[in-house]
């Protein structure tokens, strides 16, 4: 199997989530709370997404969590598909839209 296609059957959009909240609020505990979930659930999160991709994505620090070169450019391209999958979110809403009143107006 592909690691490409291995990695993407095990990632989750949960995962980058994650990340992305850890990478804001700097640590785990803060970005829990943040997401409404535990921190060991925070902890699981991360742990199961650096094993999936073979590389650490967040070092300790005295001042908290920061992104490593990994973590950084894995942040990089999680941003963007939040990006693509909210204006994919928009899209379908203007569709349904459109589609409703099509419907409604004769």
Do not use: C
Request: aromatic fraction near 4%; charge should be positive; charged fraction near 20%.
């Amino acid at each position: 199997m592909h690691r490409a296609a291995h990695i993407s059957r095990r990632l989750k959009l949960r995962h980058l989530n994650v990340l992305l909240a850890v990478a804001q609020w700097g640590n785990m505990a803060r970005a829990a709370e943040h997401l409404a979930i535990s921190q060991p659930t925070v902890s699981k999160a991360i742990a199961d997404l650096e094993n999936t991709l073979g590389v650490r994505l967040l070092d300790r620090r005295p001042q908290g969590l920061e992104l490593t070169l990994y973590g950084r450019a894995f942040l990089k391209r999680s941003m963007a598909i939040f990006n693509d999958l909210r204006t994919s979110v928009t899209e379908l809403e203007s569709l349904a839209t459109a589609v409703q009143r099509s419907i409604l107006i004769p």
